[in-house]
């Protein structure tokens, strides 16, 4: 049956009618690992789906590596391969600020950079409060669990617990806005707006439909060549979310679309919670169409404090945004990589490298930001 076309006028009204809506307060995001189709395949760390002697192969056959950056990526490697998250269970905080303090590591700006995400969802004066709090207890040799300084927080007075956008200035684009600009600006040097408007486009993980939204507008492709998944499994919060676009929920890994569906296929920070990356890796390659673009956002995570970092930022953003108070009985499970060995994976499943770059949260350059993102532009060859 043939598509009924919208027209731009329609489809403009219909963005904007979706974007201002209302979504329920009360539903909260849940993480649920019991369905046999999800958890019949193992959750696979970074050793399990890098093996050493292939990834420093790939190291010494890529071009335009020199010797001191192979030298630093096999550090990396071995780092993460020796990182046991279970170490920090329910003190993520503490244990972060300990490190930080450390002598080796009281040089560096770790602490700079926890207070900077705290002040993104708390005030100044609770933060700072907080983290004296905390190296008070560090001093005594005592680690306040996660739970604990939650609970804190959320007894603290209203006003301290303002969600903020410290990257945000008045006139200027969301953050989101801003990297999906950048990823289209680079991406203008492949396809052309002539042709990408022809284009059928999914996005893997599209959780609340803004980035979705966002980015087929930029690239001016219909609504009507818009489509949509999530794993209901791991977010129940969207299951029954009214979408601009077609929308489906997935059955475990399966990407309920035929082989070579689509023209452009995007995953904004959403691979690195998937427990199992090789078969989402093949799904989408399967309904990728050959030499159909792949855009990968994710996070860039060099060294222990980064992966630190971002697991504290889920902690605060579970409590604070999604209000799920009962987030570290059941907290995510994650996996981060640096651009490298996304590099490797993306390699690994024959996608041909256009374009790779760095995002930061704002358009203005900021020295410290307390995450960060890449971006990766890769062909299907099949």
Not at 248 to 272: A, E, M, R, V, W
Not at 314 to 322: G, P, S
């Amino acid at each position: 049956m043939k598509k009924k076309i919208i027209s731009k006028k329609k489809q403009s009204k219909l963005i904007m009618k979706y974007m201002e809506e209302k979504r329920p307060k009360d539903i909260t995001f849940q993480f649920d690992m019991s369905n046999q189709l999800l958890s019949s395949y193992p959750f696979e760390d970074v050793s399990q789906l890098i093996s050493k002697k292939d990834y420093f192969d790939f190291l010494y056959n890529k071009k335009n590596r020199v010797e001191c950056q192979i030298k630093a990526l096999k550090i990396q490697y071995r780092e993460i391969k020796n990182f046991n998250p279970s170490m920090y269970k329910n003190k993520w905080i503490s244990s972060f600020l300990k490190l930080a303090l450390s002598p080796k590591y009281k040089e560096s700006f770790n602490t700079l950079r926890l207070q900077l995400l705290m002040n993104n969802y708390i005030s100044f004066d609770l933060t700072s409060k907080i983290i004296k709090q905390i190296i008070d207890k560090i001093n005594k040799n005592v680690f306040m669990e996660d739970k604990m300084i939650m609970e804190d927080i959320l007894n603290s007075p209203y006003e301290d617990l303002i969600t903020k956008d410290l990257h945000k200035i008045e006139g200027e684009c969301s953050h989101w806005e801003f990297m999906i600009d950048n990823i289209f600006q680079s991406l203008q040097k492949f396809k052309n707006p002539n042709q990408t408007k022809l284009f059928k486009y999914l996005d893997v993980g599209c959780l609340n439909g803004d980035k979705t939204i966002l980015f087929s507008k930029m690239l001016n492709i219909p609504l009507s060549s818009t489509y949509g998944i999530n794993i209901p499994l791991l977010y129940k919060k969207f299951r029954n979310n009214k979408y601009p676009f077609e929308y489906k929920n997935t059955n475990g890994y399966q990407i309920p679309y035929p082989d070579n569906s689509f023209d452009i296929i995007t995953s904004f920070t959403f691979l690195y919670q998937i427990p199992n990356l090789t078969e989402m890796m093949k799904e989408i390659k399967r309904v990728l169409k050959p030499n159909g673009i792949f855009i990968l956002v994710d996070y860039d995570v060099q060294d222990m404090f980064d992966t630190m970092i971002l697991n504290i930022d889920t902690i605060f953003h579970q409590y604070l945004n999604e209000k799920n108070i009962n987030y570290l009985e059941n907290p995510l499970s994650t996996r981060y990589m640096n651009y490298m060995e996304w590099d490797f994976i993306l390699d690994k499943f024959k996608m041909n490298y256009l374009k790779a770059g760095t995002l930061f949260l704002s358009g203005t350059y900021h020295y410290f930001e307390y995450k960060y993102l890449i971006f990766k532009i890769v062909q299907n060859i099949k």
